[in-house]
């Protein structure tokens, strides 16, 4: 039986006379990465902003673990990595994974382990004890990749992660998702980097806030008789 982690129901959102999202539905099963790929101002980030309550959708809904959002104690239990990294630049980097630790309520007794753990993942361990005012914009991102990682939680979202990561940690990161994903943690993720849609199970293609495809990367790539996901994409942008 699958679970609903995600459900994504007849979204529709307008910024002023602009329609950002129109009738979006889509869901996220239990121990599938699901990749939200699409153009830049296609609408992911207003998915993922309206999916866990942070403004309010026109119409429709959406829920998560089948609660309506914001709900605090839904966020306590998934991993959230936003777009802009919102992270304490005066603090370390071990002080800021501390703080979110303790906002996540981990165990006192296992978050120096944690804090460990996951920056050993984004490969900043030699580096956690340096303020973030002197970190580089990938380092950021990094770190803020770790903080949700914290405590291994059973739902990641994840907007544009690998963005500013070089290719060899980009790629230990997808490795991670994997391992994370089969031990039945659910991922949403945005990108519009094509190659890592590869590596999802499900890939939403939304092109100016229409999903034009919801399936597997193999499916969609015999779908469109083509070789990649790229391909794909400029073939569902071509039949617009
Ligand atoms: N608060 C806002 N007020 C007005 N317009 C907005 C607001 N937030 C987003 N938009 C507009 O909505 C559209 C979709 O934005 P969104 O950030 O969801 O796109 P995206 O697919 O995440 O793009 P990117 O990959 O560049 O992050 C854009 O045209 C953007 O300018």
Same mark, same amino acid.
């Given at each position: 039986?699958?679970?609903?982690?995600?459900?994504?129901?007849?979204?529709?959102? *307008?910024?002023?006379?602009?329609?950002?999202?129109?009738? !979006? =539905?889509?869901? @996220?099963?239990?121990? +599938?990465?699901?990749?939200?790929?699409?153009?830049?101002?296609?609408?992911?980030?207003?998915?993922?902003?309206?999916?866990?309550?942070?403004?309010?959708?026109?119409?429709?809904?959406?829920?998560?673990?089948?609660?309506?959002?914001?709900?605090?104690?839904?966020?306590?239990?998934?991993?959230?990595?936003?777009?802009?990294?919102?992270?304490?630049?005066?603090?370390?980097?071990?002080?800021?994974?501390?703080?979110?630790?303790?906002?996540?309520?981990?165990? *006192?007794?296992?978050?120096?382990?944690?804090?460990?753990? !996951? =920056?050993?993942? @984004?490969?900043?361990? +030699?580096?956690?004890?340096?303020?973030?005012?002197?970190?580089?914009?990938?380092?950021?991102?990094?770190?803020?990749?770790?903080?949700?990682?914290?405590?291994?939680?059973?739902?990641?979202?994840?907007?544009?992660?690998?963005?500013?990561?070089?290719?060899?940690?980009?790629?230990?990161?997808?490795?991670?998702?994997?391992?994370?994903?089969?031990?039945?943690?659910?991922?949403?993720?945005?990108?519009?980097?094509?190659?890592?849609?590869?590596?999802?199970?499900?890939?939403?293609?939304?092109?100016?806030?229409?999903?034009?495809?919801?399936?597997?990367?193999?499916?969609?790539?015999?779908?469109?008789?083509?070789?990649?996901?790229?391909?794909?994409?400029?073939?569902?942008?071509?039949?617009?």
């Amino acid at each position: 039986m699958t679970n609903k982690i995600i459900s994504i129901n007849n979204l529709k959102k *307008k910024y002023g006379k602009q329609v950002v999202l129109n009738d !979006v =539905s889509f869901e @996220v099963n239990t121990g +599938q990465i699901v990749g939200l790929i699409g153009p830049s101002g296609a609408g992911k980030s207003t998915i993922i902003k309206l999916t866990l309550g942070m403004e309010k959708a026109d119409s429709g809904n959406s829920e998560v673990f089948n609660t309506h959002m914001p709900n605090r104690k839904v966020l306590n239990k998934m991993g959230y990595m936003a777009q802009s990294d919102a992270l304490y630049s005066s603090l370390t980097a071990r002080e800021n994974l501390t703080f979110f630790a303790k906002m996540r309520e981990i165990n *006192k007794d296992s978050i120096a382990s944690e804090i460990e753990r !996951v =920056s050993e993942i @984004v490969d900043l361990t +030699q580096h956690l004890d340096k303020k973030i005012e002197n970190f580089s914009g990938g380092m950021k991102r990094r770190l803020s990749l770790a903080i949700a990682f914290l405590g291994s939680p059973q739902l990641l979202i994840l907007d544009e992660p690998t963005v500013g990561i070089d290719p060899a940690l980009r790629k230990q990161i997808g490795v991670e998702l994997g391992k994370l994903r089969d031990n039945g943690c659910s991922i949403l993720v945005t990108t519009h980097v094509m190659d890592e849609a590869e590596l999802t199970d499900r890939v939403v293609l939304l092109i100016d806030g229409n999903i034009i495809a919801d399936d597997t990367p193999a499916n969609l790539k015999t779908q469109y008789q083509v070789d990649s996901i790229e391909n794909v994409f400029m073939k569902a942008e071509g039949d617009m």
